[in-house]
């Protein structure tokens, strides 16, 4: 080959530590969740090395994964290439937020929140909504006056949730 892929999507672990409703681990469809070998990671490095985009999240929460933060510190991985990951942010500890902050890469973290109350949060994701918001805010505050990691929050809409997403 003369070039590698450019974009690469890494699914780090299928295990996750949430029940959404919108999830397939809601309805146990996920079969044998596992997370993935971190020596998975030593094995895509010459793939690592080449990529401008990799996306290092699928069915799981990648913060929850040895392999994902195996990925995050690979010296194959570019200053320059974007990572992006999805996570539920419920897992972030001191330990994990030096690591993101630690990130050479252009890291962009996108925290799936799902609702503006905690009742709806907790009806939806089964998990506390102020500890997420605390967690933003801890992340927010620890990147300081720096530009990355970027930190966008998403929202699935469902009839559950429509009414706190609309003004």
């Given at each position: 080959?003369?070039?590698?892929?450019?974009?690469?999507?890494?699914?780090?672990?299928?295990?996750?530590?949430?029940?959404?409703?919108?999830?397939?681990?809601?309805?146990?469809?996920?079969?044998?969740?596992?997370?993935?070998?971190?020596?998975?990671?030593?094995?895509?490095?010459?793939?690592?090395?080449?990529?401008?985009?990799?996306?290092?999240?699928?069915?799981g929460e990648p913060l929850s994964s040895p392999a994902?933060?195996?990925?995050?510190?690979?010296?194959?991985?570019?200053?320059?290439?974007?990572?992006?990951?999805?996570?539920?942010?419920?897992?972030?500890?001191?330990?994990?937020?030096?690591?993101?902050?630690?990130?050479?890469?252009?890291?962009?973290?996108?925290?799936?929140?799902?609702?503006?109350?905690?009742?709806?949060?907790?009806?939806?994701?089964?998990?506390?909504?102020?500890?997420?918001?605390?967690?933003?805010?801890?992340?927010?505050?620890?990147?300081?006056?720096?530009?990355?990691?970027?930190?966008?929050?998403?929202?699935?809409?469902?009839?559950?949730?429509?009414?706190?997403?609309?003004?």
């Amino acid at each position: 080959l003369e070039c590698g892929p450019r974009i690469l999507t890494i699914e780090s672990t299928s295990i996750c530590n949430l029940r959404c409703v919108m999830c397939p681990h809601a309805i146990d469809a996920v079969q044998r969740p596992k997370h993935m070998p971190t020596g998975v990671i030593d094995k895509l490095s010459h793939v690592l090395a080449v990529a401008s985009e990799a996306q290092l999240h699928g069915i799981g929460e990648p913060l929850s994964s040895p392999a994902f933060w195996s990925a995050l510190a690979s010296p194959a991985i570019q200053p320059d290439c974007n990572l992006n990951i999805n996570t539920n942010l419920t897992l972030l500890n001191d330990r994990k937020l030096a690591l993101l902050l630690d990130v050479k890469a252009q890291l962009k973290i996108n925290v799936s929140v799902d609702a503006a109350t905690e009742r709806t949060y907790a009806r939806i994701r089964g998990a506390e909504l102020g500890e997420v918001v605390d967690n933003v805010r801890k992340l927010v505050a620890a990147r300081g006056d720096r530009r990355r990691p970027i930190v966008y929050i998403n929202m699935t809409l469902m009839r559950e949730n429509i009414e706190e997403a609309v003004p």
